[in-house]
Protein backbone atom coordinates (compact mmCIF):
# COMPACT_ATOMS: atom_id res chain seq x y z
CA UNK A 1 0.00 0.00 0.00
CA UNK A 2 2.88 2.48 1.09
CA UNK A 3 4.02 2.43 -2.42
CA UNK A 4 1.03 3.76 -3.94
CA UNK A 5 0.28 7.02 -2.43
CA UNK A 6 -2.38 8.28 -4.46
CA UNK A 7 -4.28 5.09 -3.57
CA UNK A 8 -3.89 5.57 0.14
CA UNK A 9 -4.89 8.99 -0.74
CA UNK A 10 -8.74 7.65 -2.48
CA UNK A 11 -8.93 5.64 0.81
CA UNK A 12 -8.32 8.06 3.19
CA UNK A 13 -11.09 10.69 1.09
CA UNK A 14 -13.83 8.38 -0.37
CA UNK A 15 -13.78 5.54 1.53
CA UNK A 16 -16.59 7.09 4.00
CA UNK A 17 -19.00 7.79 1.18
CA UNK A 18 -18.50 4.51 0.26
CA UNK A 19 -19.05 2.69 2.94
CA UNK A 20 -22.50 3.95 2.98
CA UNK A 21 -23.08 2.62 -0.55
CA UNK A 22 -21.86 -0.45 0.74
CA UNK A 23 -24.30 -0.42 3.68
CA UNK A 24 -27.30 0.40 1.87
CA UNK A 25 -26.71 -2.75 -0.04
CA UNK A 26 -25.69 -4.86 2.67
CA UNK A 27 -27.68 -3.24 5.41
CA UNK A 28 -25.31 -4.18 8.00
CA UNK A 29 -22.27 -1.67 8.74
CA UNK A 30 -19.64 -4.95 9.55
CA UNK A 31 -20.71 -6.77 6.26
CA UNK A 32 -20.52 -3.62 4.57
CA UNK A 33 -16.67 -2.21 5.61
CA UNK A 34 -16.19 -5.99 4.36
CA UNK A 35 -17.48 -5.46 1.33
CA UNK A 36 -15.59 -2.10 0.96
CA UNK A 37 -12.39 -3.56 1.77
CA UNK A 38 -13.19 -6.10 -0.86
CA UNK A 39 -13.06 -3.77 -3.91
CA UNK A 40 -10.71 -1.59 -2.00
CA UNK A 41 -7.82 -4.74 -2.38
CA UNK A 42 -9.22 -5.67 -5.73
CA UNK A 43 -8.78 -1.65 -6.75
CA UNK A 44 -4.98 -2.01 -5.06
CA UNK A 45 -3.99 -4.82 -7.68
CA UNK A 46 -5.90 -3.11 -10.58
CA UNK A 47 -4.53 0.30 -9.42
CA UNK A 48 -2.03 1.10 -12.63
CA UNK A 49 -4.74 -0.28 -14.97
CA UNK A 50 -7.73 2.18 -14.03
CA UNK A 51 -8.50 4.37 -16.30
CA UNK A 52 -10.95 7.51 -15.24
CA UNK A 53 -12.22 7.75 -11.90
CA UNK A 54 -11.41 5.55 -9.19
CA UNK A 55 -14.14 6.08 -7.29
CA UNK A 56 -16.79 4.65 -10.50
CA UNK A 57 -14.21 1.72 -10.55
CA UNK A 58 -14.55 0.79 -7.33
CA UNK A 59 -18.10 1.33 -6.75
CA UNK A 60 -18.49 -0.65 -9.44
CA UNK A 61 -17.19 -3.51 -8.19
CA UNK A 62 -18.82 -3.11 -4.71
CA UNK A 63 -22.11 -3.19 -6.83
CA UNK A 64 -20.92 -6.14 -8.73
CA UNK A 65 -18.95 -7.89 -5.43
CA UNK A 66 -22.10 -7.69 -3.62
CA UNK A 67 -24.70 -9.44 -6.17
CA UNK A 68 -22.07 -11.97 -6.76
CA UNK A 69 -21.96 -12.22 -3.07
CA UNK A 70 -25.37 -13.37 -2.58
CA UNK A 71 -25.15 -16.09 -4.62
CA UNK A 72 -22.41 -17.49 -2.63
CA UNK A 73 -21.64 -16.76 0.42
CA UNK A 74 -23.78 -16.08 3.59
CA UNK A 75 -23.33 -12.24 4.50
CA UNK A 76 -24.81 -12.36 7.73
CA UNK A 77 -27.75 -10.01 7.61
CA UNK A 78 -30.13 -9.87 9.97
CA UNK A 79 -33.04 -7.89 9.25
CA UNK A 80 -33.97 -5.19 11.65
CA UNK A 81 -37.56 -3.85 12.64
CA UNK A 82 -37.69 -0.04 12.58
CA UNK A 83 -38.16 1.24 16.15
CA UNK A 84 -41.51 1.68 17.68
CA UNK A 85 -42.50 5.11 17.00
CA UNK A 86 -45.24 7.40 17.97
CA UNK A 87 -47.53 8.25 15.40
CA UNK A 88 -48.28 11.59 16.46
CA UNK A 89 -47.06 14.63 14.03
CA UNK A 90 -46.53 14.94 10.72
CA UNK A 91 -42.40 14.56 11.14
CA UNK A 92 -42.89 11.26 13.00
CA UNK A 93 -44.84 10.15 10.71
CA UNK A 94 -42.24 10.33 8.16
CA UNK A 95 -39.85 9.12 10.19
CA UNK A 96 -41.97 6.12 10.80
CA UNK A 97 -42.75 5.78 6.40
CA UNK A 98 -38.60 6.01 6.00
CA UNK A 99 -38.41 3.48 8.39
CA UNK A 100 -40.96 0.87 7.21
CA UNK A 101 -39.54 2.06 3.56
CA UNK A 102 -35.95 0.87 4.73
CA UNK A 103 -37.41 -2.57 6.28
CA UNK A 104 -39.10 -3.12 2.57
CA UNK A 105 -36.32 -2.60 0.88
CA UNK A 106 -34.44 -5.30 2.50
CA UNK A 107 -36.76 -7.30 0.77
CA UNK A 108 -35.55 -6.74 -2.70
CA UNK A 109 -33.71 -8.91 -4.60
CA UNK A 110 -29.75 -8.36 -4.74
CA UNK A 111 -29.69 -6.47 -8.24
CA UNK A 112 -32.86 -4.37 -7.60
CA UNK A 113 -31.72 -3.10 -4.31
CA UNK A 114 -28.46 -2.11 -5.61
CA UNK A 115 -29.84 -0.37 -8.60
CA UNK A 116 -31.89 1.56 -6.19
CA UNK A 117 -29.26 2.53 -4.33
CA UNK A 118 -27.34 3.69 -7.34
CA UNK A 119 -30.04 4.86 -8.41
CA UNK A 120 -31.63 7.42 -5.64
CA UNK A 121 -28.38 7.11 -3.32
CA UNK A 122 -25.75 8.01 -5.76
CA UNK A 123 -27.71 9.69 -8.35
CA UNK A 124 -26.69 7.47 -11.38
CA UNK A 125 -28.29 8.31 -14.15
CA UNK A 126 -29.90 4.59 -16.34
CA UNK A 127 -26.60 4.54 -18.47
CA UNK A 128 -24.25 4.75 -15.31
CA UNK A 129 -26.30 2.36 -13.28
CA UNK A 130 -26.07 -0.19 -16.02
CA UNK A 131 -22.53 0.72 -16.70
CA UNK A 132 -21.56 0.19 -13.12
CA UNK A 133 -23.82 -3.37 -12.72
CA UNK A 134 -21.88 -4.63 -16.38
CA UNK A 135 -26.18 -4.62 -17.71
CA UNK A 136 -28.07 -3.03 -20.42
CA UNK A 137 -29.95 0.64 -19.93
CA UNK A 138 -33.23 -1.62 -20.22
CA UNK A 139 -32.57 -3.62 -17.29
CA UNK A 140 -32.21 -0.80 -15.04
CA UNK A 141 -35.47 0.15 -16.46
CA UNK A 142 -36.99 -2.71 -15.96
CA UNK A 143 -35.54 -3.54 -12.69
CA UNK A 144 -35.89 -0.07 -11.46
CA UNK A 145 -39.63 0.06 -12.07
CA UNK A 146 -40.02 -3.49 -10.71
CA UNK A 147 -38.05 -2.42 -7.53
CA UNK A 148 -40.61 0.51 -7.21
CA UNK A 149 -43.67 -1.29 -7.81
CA UNK A 150 -42.79 -3.95 -4.92
CA UNK A 151 -42.17 -1.49 -2.70
CA UNK A 152 -45.49 0.58 -3.24
CA UNK A 153 -47.55 -3.13 -2.96
CA UNK A 154 -45.35 -3.76 -0.27
CA UNK A 155 -47.87 -4.72 2.95
CA UNK A 156 -46.52 -2.72 5.49
CA UNK A 157 -45.61 -0.14 3.21
CA UNK A 158 -48.93 0.02 1.14
CA UNK A 159 -50.63 -0.25 4.76
CA UNK A 160 -49.68 3.14 5.75
CA UNK A 161 -50.13 4.84 2.18
CA UNK A 162 -53.60 2.90 1.85
CA UNK A 163 -54.21 4.22 5.00
CA UNK A 164 -53.26 8.21 4.20
CA UNK A 165 -54.13 8.02 0.48
CA UNK A 166 -49.89 9.23 0.31
CA UNK A 167 -46.96 8.29 -2.24
CA UNK A 168 -48.01 9.35 -5.34
CA UNK A 169 -46.57 7.33 -8.45
CA UNK B 1 -45.29 12.97 -0.90
CA UNK B 2 -43.45 11.43 -3.68
CA UNK B 3 -41.78 7.51 -3.60
CA UNK B 4 -38.90 8.31 -4.92
CA UNK B 5 -38.29 10.87 -2.82
CA UNK B 6 -38.99 9.23 0.41
CA UNK B 7 -36.59 6.86 -1.05
CA UNK B 8 -33.87 9.28 -1.61
CA UNK B 9 -34.18 10.66 1.99
CA UNK B 10 -34.70 6.78 3.73
CA UNK B 11 -31.32 5.97 1.91
CA UNK B 12 -29.42 9.54 3.35
CA UNK B 13 -30.78 9.21 6.49
CA UNK B 14 -30.22 5.55 7.25
CA UNK B 15 -26.56 5.30 6.54
CA UNK B 16 -25.93 9.11 7.60
CA UNK B 17 -23.94 7.55 10.58
CA UNK B 18 -20.96 4.91 9.31
CA UNK B 19 -19.15 3.93 12.22
CA UNK B 20 -15.99 5.00 12.30
CA UNK B 21 -13.02 2.03 11.30
CA UNK B 22 -9.20 3.66 12.01
CA UNK B 23 -7.63 0.85 11.60
CA UNK B 24 -9.24 0.67 7.59
CA UNK B 25 -5.40 1.41 6.26
CA UNK B 26 -3.48 -1.34 8.26
CA UNK B 27 -6.73 -3.98 7.55
CA UNK B 28 -6.38 -3.05 4.06
CA UNK B 29 -2.44 -4.16 4.07
CA UNK B 30 -2.72 -7.38 5.39
CA UNK B 31 -5.79 -8.21 2.81
CA UNK B 32 -4.01 -6.76 -0.16
CA UNK B 33 -0.97 -9.60 1.26
CA UNK B 34 -3.07 -12.30 1.99
CA UNK B 35 -4.94 -11.88 -1.45
CA UNK B 36 -1.39 -11.98 -3.21
CA UNK B 37 -0.16 -14.96 -0.53
CA UNK B 38 -3.44 -16.82 -1.93
CA UNK B 39 -3.81 -15.99 -5.63
CA UNK B 40 0.01 -16.77 -5.81
CA UNK B 41 0.87 -19.45 -3.56
CA UNK B 42 -2.70 -21.00 -3.04
CA UNK B 43 -3.66 -22.69 -0.02
CA UNK B 44 -3.45 -26.42 1.24
CA UNK B 45 -5.73 -28.05 4.24
CA UNK B 46 -5.00 -30.55 6.27
CA UNK B 47 -6.29 -34.39 4.97
CA UNK B 48 -8.37 -35.54 8.06
CA UNK B 49 -9.48 -38.66 6.59
CA UNK B 50 -8.90 -40.76 3.72
CA UNK B 51 -10.99 -40.46 0.54
CA UNK B 52 -12.02 -43.32 -2.28
CA UNK B 53 -12.71 -41.57 -5.50
CA UNK B 54 -13.40 -43.00 -8.55
CA UNK B 55 -10.51 -41.21 -10.86
CA UNK B 56 -10.70 -41.38 -15.29
CA UNK B 57 -8.33 -38.82 -16.81
CA UNK B 58 -9.12 -37.55 -19.94
CA UNK B 59 -7.17 -35.03 -21.27
CA UNK B 60 -8.32 -32.32 -24.40
CA UNK B 61 -6.47 -33.46 -26.99
CA UNK B 62 -3.43 -35.83 -27.04
CA UNK B 63 -1.78 -36.20 -23.98
CA UNK B 64 0.51 -38.41 -22.38
CA UNK B 65 -0.66 -40.66 -19.32
CA UNK B 66 2.79 -40.37 -17.51
CA UNK B 67 3.08 -43.25 -14.80
CA UNK B 68 3.25 -42.88 -11.01
CA UNK B 69 6.58 -41.02 -10.13
CA UNK B 70 9.16 -43.15 -8.09
CA UNK B 71 8.40 -42.67 -4.38
CA UNK B 72 10.52 -40.26 -3.27
CA UNK B 73 9.26 -41.44 0.11
CA UNK B 74 9.96 -44.14 2.71
CA UNK B 75 6.95 -46.00 4.39
CA UNK B 76 7.23 -45.39 8.19
CA UNK B 77 4.17 -46.28 9.97
CA UNK B 78 3.12 -44.59 13.10
CA UNK B 79 4.35 -40.96 12.54
CA UNK B 80 7.50 -39.58 11.06
CA UNK B 81 10.74 -41.67 11.64
CA UNK B 82 14.04 -39.64 10.96
CA UNK B 83 17.05 -41.12 9.92
CA UNK B 84 20.02 -39.13 8.91
CA UNK B 85 20.42 -38.24 5.03
CA UNK B 86 23.64 -36.55 4.65
CA UNK B 87 22.50 -36.94 0.39
CA UNK B 88 20.99 -34.31 -0.92
CA UNK B 89 17.37 -34.93 -2.40
CA UNK B 90 16.78 -35.42 -5.93
CA UNK B 91 14.73 -33.45 -7.87
CA UNK B 92 11.29 -33.64 -7.18
CA UNK B 93 8.86 -35.10 -9.81
CA UNK B 94 6.71 -32.91 -11.43
CA UNK B 95 3.79 -34.16 -9.42
CA UNK B 96 5.29 -35.83 -6.46
CA UNK B 97 3.32 -39.48 -5.05
CA UNK B 98 2.92 -38.00 -1.94
CA UNK B 99 2.78 -34.19 -1.24
CA UNK B 100 1.52 -32.48 2.16
CA UNK B 101 -0.64 -35.39 3.06
CA UNK B 102 -2.05 -36.35 -0.01
CA UNK B 103 -1.06 -39.47 -2.04
CA UNK B 104 -1.75 -38.85 -6.13
CA UNK B 105 -3.92 -41.39 -7.66
CA UNK B 106 -3.35 -40.01 -11.63
CA UNK B 107 -2.04 -37.40 -13.48
CA UNK B 108 -1.60 -35.68 -16.96
CA UNK B 109 0.25 -33.92 -18.60
CA UNK B 110 -0.03 -31.30 -21.62
CA UNK B 111 2.21 -29.36 -23.47
CA UNK B 112 1.98 -25.20 -24.69
CA UNK B 113 1.73 -23.90 -26.96
CA UNK B 114 -0.30 -26.85 -28.68
CA UNK B 115 -2.56 -27.94 -25.59
CA UNK B 116 -4.36 -25.65 -23.86
CA UNK B 117 -6.49 -27.30 -21.70
CA UNK B 118 -6.85 -30.88 -19.82
CA UNK B 119 -9.66 -32.26 -18.12
CA UNK B 120 -10.31 -35.22 -15.06
CA UNK B 121 -13.24 -37.02 -14.53
CA UNK B 122 -13.80 -37.27 -10.39
CA UNK B 123 -16.80 -39.56 -9.11
CA UNK B 124 -15.64 -38.59 -5.57
CA UNK B 125 -17.07 -40.59 -2.27
CA UNK B 126 -16.16 -37.20 -0.01
CA UNK B 127 -14.81 -34.28 -0.43
CA UNK B 128 -11.57 -33.93 0.69
CA UNK B 129 -9.38 -34.70 -2.19
CA UNK B 130 -6.96 -31.72 -4.50
CA UNK B 131 -5.78 -31.16 -7.64
CA UNK B 132 -2.86 -31.06 -8.27
CA UNK B 133 -0.68 -28.88 -10.46
CA UNK B 134 2.78 -27.79 -11.58
CA UNK B 135 2.83 -25.20 -13.90
CA UNK B 136 6.43 -24.05 -13.40
CA UNK B 137 7.56 -24.89 -16.23
CA UNK B 138 5.38 -21.71 -18.13
CA UNK B 139 6.31 -18.80 -15.75
CA UNK B 140 3.71 -15.78 -16.11
CA UNK B 141 1.20 -18.38 -17.46
CA UNK B 142 -2.13 -18.23 -15.85
CA UNK B 143 -4.11 -21.50 -15.21
CA UNK B 144 -7.30 -21.67 -14.26
CA UNK B 145 -9.21 -24.56 -12.47
CA UNK B 146 -12.93 -25.35 -13.67
CA UNK B 147 -15.39 -27.71 -12.32
CA UNK B 148 -18.45 -28.57 -14.22
CA UNK B 149 -17.52 -25.29 -16.21
CA UNK B 150 -17.46 -22.89 -13.03
CA UNK B 151 -14.28 -20.84 -12.32
CA UNK B 152 -12.60 -22.33 -8.89
CA UNK B 153 -9.85 -20.10 -9.20
CA UNK B 154 -6.62 -18.81 -10.54
CA UNK B 155 -2.97 -18.98 -10.07
CA UNK B 156 0.02 -17.31 -11.33
CA UNK B 157 2.49 -20.11 -12.59
CA UNK B 158 5.60 -19.64 -11.60
CA UNK B 159 7.47 -17.31 -8.47
CA UNK B 160 6.84 -13.75 -8.99
CA UNK B 161 10.45 -12.55 -8.34
CA UNK B 162 9.59 -9.38 -6.79
CA UNK B 163 7.52 -10.54 -4.48
CA UNK B 164 9.53 -11.17 -1.04
CA UNK B 165 9.71 -14.54 0.80
CA UNK B 166 9.88 -17.80 -0.47
CA UNK B 167 8.92 -19.00 -3.55
CA UNK B 168 5.61 -21.67 -3.83
CA UNK B 169 5.92 -24.97 -4.20
CA UNK B 170 5.98 -25.76 -7.77
CA UNK B 171 2.86 -28.17 -6.74
CA UNK B 172 0.03 -26.48 -5.81
CA UNK B 173 -2.97 -28.72 -4.49
CA UNK B 174 -6.10 -26.68 -5.39
CA UNK B 175 -8.84 -27.18 -3.18
CA UNK B 176 -12.18 -24.92 -3.37
CA UNK B 177 -10.41 -22.87 -1.13
CA UNK B 178 -8.09 -22.29 -4.29
CA UNK B 179 -8.43 -18.36 -4.14
CA UNK B 180 -10.33 -18.61 -0.67
CA UNK B 181 -13.65 -18.18 -2.39
CA UNK B 182 -15.27 -20.87 -1.54
CA UNK B 183 -15.06 -23.55 1.43
CA UNK B 184 -16.20 -26.97 0.01
CA UNK B 185 -16.17 -28.55 -3.54
CA UNK B 186 -20.17 -28.35 -2.49
CA UNK B 187 -19.98 -24.96 -2.88
CA UNK B 188 -19.14 -25.36 -6.91
CA UNK B 189 -21.51 -28.24 -7.23
CA UNK B 190 -19.84 -31.20 -6.64
CA UNK B 191 -21.23 -34.12 -5.20
CA UNK B 192 -20.56 -37.32 -3.24
CA UNK B 193 -21.25 -39.99 -5.98
CA UNK B 194 -21.52 -37.64 -8.43
CA UNK B 195 -19.15 -37.23 -11.76
CA UNK B 196 -17.44 -33.95 -11.82
CA UNK B 197 -15.52 -32.86 -15.00
CA UNK B 198 -12.31 -30.72 -13.58
CA UNK B 199 -10.80 -28.55 -16.31
CA UNK B 200 -7.74 -26.90 -16.16
CA UNK B 201 -6.89 -24.35 -18.75
CA UNK B 202 -3.43 -22.78 -19.55
CA UNK B 203 -2.52 -19.58 -21.43
CA UNK B 204 -2.39 -15.95 -21.01
CA UNK B 205 -3.32 -13.76 -18.48
CA UNK B 206 -6.20 -11.57 -19.47
CA UNK B 207 -6.68 -8.69 -17.54
CA UNK B 208 -9.93 -8.74 -15.60
CA UNK B 209 -12.30 -5.49 -16.54
CA UNK B 210 -13.61 -3.45 -13.94
CA UNK B 211 -12.34 -6.21 -10.87
CA UNK B 212 -13.21 -8.78 -12.58
CA UNK B 213 -11.44 -11.93 -11.66
CA UNK B 214 -8.41 -12.38 -14.48
CA UNK B 215 -9.10 -15.09 -17.11
CA UNK B 216 -6.88 -17.03 -19.34
CA UNK B 217 -6.25 -16.61 -23.18
CA UNK B 218 -4.53 -18.15 -25.71
CA UNK B 219 -0.53 -19.84 -24.56
CA UNK B 220 2.01 -17.46 -24.39
CA UNK B 221 4.81 -19.94 -23.45
CA UNK B 222 6.01 -23.24 -24.35
CA UNK B 223 6.54 -26.32 -21.76
CA UNK B 224 4.98 -28.84 -19.61
CA UNK B 225 1.91 -28.43 -17.25
CA UNK B 226 1.46 -31.28 -15.14
CA UNK B 227 -1.93 -31.91 -13.41
CA UNK B 228 -3.25 -35.00 -11.26
CA UNK B 229 -5.98 -36.10 -8.49
CA UNK B 230 -4.74 -36.60 -4.58
CA UNK B 231 -6.71 -38.24 -1.69
CA UNK B 232 -6.22 -37.33 1.77
CA UNK B 233 -3.65 -39.80 3.61
CA UNK B 234 -4.05 -40.04 7.48
CA UNK B 235 -1.10 -39.16 9.00
CA UNK B 236 -0.47 -42.51 10.92
CA UNK B 237 -0.14 -44.14 7.45
CA UNK B 238 1.64 -41.38 5.58
CA UNK B 239 5.40 -41.69 3.97
CA UNK B 240 7.04 -39.57 5.64
CA UNK B 241 10.30 -38.57 4.08
CA UNK B 242 13.74 -38.96 5.64
CA UNK B 243 15.50 -36.15 8.07
CA UNK B 244 18.18 -33.93 6.65
CA UNK B 245 21.20 -33.56 8.25
CA UNK B 246 20.69 -29.79 8.68
CA UNK B 247 17.41 -28.79 9.64
CA UNK B 248 15.65 -25.74 7.43
CA UNK B 249 15.90 -22.37 9.59
CA UNK B 250 12.71 -21.95 11.17
CA UNK B 251 13.52 -17.89 12.17
CA UNK B 252 13.18 -17.69 8.01
CA UNK B 253 10.00 -19.70 7.34
CA UNK B 254 7.25 -16.83 7.02
CA UNK B 255 3.73 -17.30 5.41
CA UNK B 256 3.78 -16.67 1.89
CA UNK B 257 3.67 -13.00 0.89
CA UNK B 258 3.37 -11.89 4.77
CA UNK B 259 5.68 -9.11 5.89
CA UNK B 260 6.34 -11.14 8.93
CA UNK B 261 6.08 -13.94 11.17
CA UNK B 262 2.91 -12.00 12.69
CA UNK B 263 3.13 -12.51 16.65
CA UNK B 264 1.84 -8.80 17.58
CA UNK B 265 -0.35 -10.71 20.39
CA UNK B 266 2.17 -12.93 21.24
CA UNK B 267 4.21 -16.78 20.14
CA UNK B 268 5.00 -19.96 21.55
CA UNK B 269 8.26 -20.97 20.17
CA UNK B 270 9.09 -25.40 20.93
CA UNK B 271 13.01 -24.67 21.02
CA UNK B 272 12.20 -22.81 24.13
CA UNK B 273 9.92 -25.50 26.14
CA UNK B 274 10.36 -28.66 27.30
CA UNK B 275 9.68 -30.67 24.78
CA UNK B 276 8.34 -30.42 20.99
CA UNK B 277 5.23 -32.29 21.71
CA UNK B 278 2.68 -31.45 24.56
CA UNK B 279 0.17 -28.76 25.69
CA UNK B 280 1.34 -24.84 26.15
CA UNK B 281 -0.60 -22.57 26.87
CA UNK B 282 -0.66 -18.36 26.07
CA UNK B 283 -2.89 -16.16 27.10
CA UNK B 284 -4.13 -12.81 24.92
CA UNK B 285 -6.79 -10.38 24.70
CA UNK B 286 -8.97 -11.75 22.07
CA UNK B 287 -9.24 -9.92 18.70
CA UNK B 288 -12.50 -10.69 16.43
CA UNK B 289 -10.41 -12.03 14.21
CA UNK B 290 -7.27 -14.20 15.43
CA UNK B 291 -4.44 -15.45 12.97
CA UNK B 292 -2.60 -18.37 14.23
CA UNK B 293 0.46 -18.76 12.22
CA UNK B 294 1.92 -22.42 12.68
CA UNK B 295 5.67 -22.01 11.19
CA UNK B 296 7.30 -25.90 11.29
CA UNK B 297 10.68 -27.28 9.94
CA UNK B 298 9.65 -31.07 10.81
CA UNK B 299 6.80 -33.43 10.35
CA UNK B 300 3.92 -33.20 13.24
CA UNK B 301 0.59 -32.22 13.86
CA UNK B 302 -0.32 -28.91 15.89
CA UNK B 303 -4.09 -28.44 17.05
CA UNK B 304 -5.21 -25.12 18.50
CA UNK B 305 -7.71 -24.16 20.90
CA UNK B 306 -9.51 -21.33 22.56
CA UNK B 307 -10.41 -21.34 25.60
CA UNK B 308 -10.75 -25.35 25.45
CA UNK B 309 -12.90 -24.99 21.79
CA UNK B 310 -11.28 -25.93 18.68
CA UNK B 311 -10.11 -23.43 16.59
CA UNK B 312 -8.04 -24.92 14.01
CA UNK B 313 -5.46 -27.65 12.91
CA UNK B 314 -2.80 -28.69 10.75
CA UNK B 315 -0.03 -30.83 10.25
CA UNK B 316 3.16 -31.03 8.58
CA UNK B 317 4.59 -33.70 6.12
CA UNK B 318 8.43 -32.94 5.19
CA UNK B 319 11.03 -30.98 6.36
CA UNK B 320 11.44 -28.50 4.09
CA UNK B 321 10.10 -25.95 6.42
CA UNK B 322 6.22 -24.29 5.92
CA UNK B 323 3.77 -22.32 7.47
CA UNK B 324 0.33 -22.85 8.22
CA UNK B 325 -2.58 -19.88 9.01
CA UNK B 326 -5.11 -21.01 10.96
CA UNK B 327 -7.85 -18.77 12.55
CA UNK B 328 -10.43 -18.25 15.08
CA UNK B 329 -13.16 -15.88 15.00
CA UNK B 330 -14.38 -14.21 18.30
CA UNK B 331 -18.67 -14.66 18.81
CA UNK B 332 -19.26 -11.49 17.38
CA UNK B 333 -17.73 -11.11 14.43
CA UNK B 334 -19.29 -10.44 11.19
CA UNK B 335 -18.78 -14.24 10.14
CA UNK B 336 -21.32 -17.06 10.49
CA UNK B 337 -22.51 -17.81 13.30
CA UNK B 338 -21.37 -21.70 12.44
CA UNK B 339 -17.82 -20.52 12.36
CA UNK B 340 -17.55 -18.35 15.58
CA UNK B 341 -16.70 -19.30 18.69
CA UNK B 342 -19.09 -19.82 21.54
CA UNK B 343 -19.54 -17.24 24.12
CA UNK B 344 -16.43 -15.79 23.22
CA UNK B 345 -16.38 -12.11 22.18
CA UNK B 346 -13.63 -9.83 21.15
CA UNK B 347 -11.55 -7.82 24.00
CA UNK B 348 -11.81 -10.63 26.84
CA UNK B 349 -8.74 -12.61 27.63
CA UNK B 350 -8.30 -16.05 26.64
CA UNK B 351 -6.01 -19.01 27.32
CA UNK B 352 -5.21 -20.12 23.56
CA UNK B 353 -3.60 -23.65 23.99
CA UNK B 354 -1.07 -25.07 21.30
CA UNK B 355 -0.73 -29.08 21.38
CA UNK B 356 1.31 -30.79 19.80
CA UNK B 357 2.29 -34.27 18.90
CA UNK B 358 4.63 -36.78 16.52
CA UNK B 359 7.43 -34.26 16.49
CA UNK B 360 10.73 -35.85 16.82
CA UNK B 361 12.66 -32.12 16.87
CA UNK B 362 11.53 -28.88 18.73
CA UNK B 363 11.28 -27.19 15.08
CA UNK B 364 7.87 -25.39 15.30
CA UNK B 365 6.63 -22.28 16.44
CA UNK B 366 2.98 -20.38 17.00
CA UNK B 367 2.33 -16.70 16.38
CA UNK B 368 -1.00 -14.75 17.54
CA UNK B 369 -2.22 -11.88 15.60
CA UNK B 370 -5.37 -10.02 14.85
CA UNK B 371 -6.48 -9.76 11.44
CA UNK B 372 -9.78 -8.07 9.52
CA UNK B 373 -10.82 -11.14 8.53
Given at each position: VADRPEYDSFVAQRSPRLLRVAYLMTRDWATAEDLLQTAMVKAWFAWSRIDGDPEAYVRK?????????????????????????????????????????WRSLGQLP???????????????????????????????????????????????????????????? | MNLEELLRESLRE???????????????????????WARVAGRSGLAAAVAAVVVVGTAAGVVALRPSSPAAHSVAAG????????????????????????????????????????????????????????????RGQLVALAVNGHT?????????????????????????????????????????????????????????????EPSVGAPGASGDVFAGVYLPVPFDQYPFPTRPATLADLDAQRLFMMPDFGDSLGQLDSRSLA????????????????????????????????????????????????????????????????????????????TVTIITSDFTVPGWRVGFDQSAN
Open positions: IIATTFTSWRRRRWLGEIPQDPPDREFTADSSQRHADRDLLPRQRAIVVLRYFEDLTESQTAETLGVSTGTVKSQTSRALAKLRTDPALNRVTVERGELAR | QSATPPENLSRRTELERRIGRRRGPKPSASPSPSPSPPPLPEYSRGYHRTTDQRITLPGQGSLTLHVTPTNLDFRIGINCSAVVGTIVCGPETNLPGPPPPPLQLAGPDFNAHYDSWSDVGVRVGKPATFTITVGAEVEGRDGQAPNGSYSATLTMPKFLDLTVCSVAPGRVRMLVDGQPADNTAFWDWDGSCYLGDAFASDAPEPPSLNLKNIHSGQKV
